[in-house]
């Protein structure tokens, strides 16, 4: 169309800073996710362990509750790094569960739509367009597992004292890493499917396979070989192992029972990879799905 009257005027207003236009893509992205009802009311559900989380610790240091409840202190479970690495893995089911629902249409809804040149021709980089589709889950994901923990870590450490605090800091950063760990490995998985896959119902579905098919594998791989070495193609296993490691729970032996003969298990000594090996593994995960974005994250395709 010619414009024969030049009468447009450049945008005077106030600009967005640089550092922040990424997060315009969450803030209209939470938009759409909480709109479903469903939704909504299964990321509620995904408090309720840290409400008991919270009713525990209460309890540890209540005398008047525990003796209404007839409860004797010792029966509780101990406020220890087991407890915390326990609910830290519980709050990342449910992170799984919500990336399952919210990663795959991040990128795919824009590639079938063909919506990246919109995004792309303002200026807003493509390394922008990804940190803002990462912060979705993020956000998100930050709200149910790290974030409550390190206020419960912090509850604790008010009931029990100064001392308790600092001889345990190490038990947040513990809390923290393996949060993000949690997050940033399914997050990752996730928009690296959906740029691939421009189906949600096939990106979850290939999601799912990714963390559960390999994991049925490798335990195969370990039953047959008597070995643990099969955990290292499964993305679980590893993950496991490295929140172990960063509890101080990991165990790098374990008696496996082979058999029973006459009554009498036959029991061999099986070790776990190293926990070096586990960390690169999953950064050799992290650096594949980051490739793979940057290769499809493109202003334009060229179809042959």
């Not at 407890?83 to 795959?104: D, E, K, N, Y």
């Not at 008010?158 to 949060?179: K, M, P, R, T, Y």
């Amino acid at each position: 169309m010619a414009v024969y009257e030049v009468t447009y005027k450049p945008y005077l207003g106030k600009l967005t800073p640089e550092w922040s236009r990424f997060l315009v893509i969450p803030r209209h992205a939470f938009r759409d996710v909480f709109k479903s009802k469903l939704f909504t009311a299964f990321f509620v559900i995904c408090f309720i362990p840290l409400l008991v989380e919270a009713i525990l610790i209460y309890l540890h240091h209540n005398v008047n509750a525990l003796g209404i409840l007839k409860v004797n202190v010792r029966e509780l479970l101990p406020i220890d790094a087991s407890f915390f690495r326990t609910f830290v893995g519980l709050q990342a089911s449910f992170a799984f569960f919500v990336t399952l629902l919210v990663g795959p249409p991040l990128v795919a809804k824009d590639l079938r739509n063909n919506a990246l040149p919109l995004f792309l021709c303002r200026p807003f980089t493509r390394t922008e367009y990804v940190a803002g589709k990462m912060s979705v889950l993020l956000i998100l994901l930050s709200a149910i597992t790290w974030v409550p923990q390190l206020l419960l870590f912090c509850f604790q450490a008010q009931q029990e004292g100064a001392g308790w605090f600092v001889d345990n800091l190490w038990l947040a950063g513990a809390i923290f890493i393996a949060s993000m760990i949690w997050i940033l490995i399914p997050a990752l998985l996730s928009l690296a499917i959906s740029s691939l896959v421009k189906w949600r119902v096939i990106a979850s579905g290939a999601l799912l396979g990714l963390f559960f098919i390999p994991s049925v594998f490798g335990e195969v791989v370990n039953q047959i070989m008597q070995t643990r070495w099969g955990s290292i193609i499964s993305l679980s296993a590893l993950m496991n192992n490295v929140t172990a490691g960063l509890f101080g729970t990991f165990e790098r032996s374990t008696i496996h029972i082979t058999g029973f003969d006459k009554g009498v298990a036959t029991r061999i000594m099986v070790s776990e990879p190293p926990l070096w090996v586990c960390w690169f593994m999953l950064f050799l995960v992290s650096a594949v799905c980051l490739a793979l974005l940057s290769r499809k994250v493109k202003a334009y395709e060229v179809v042959r």
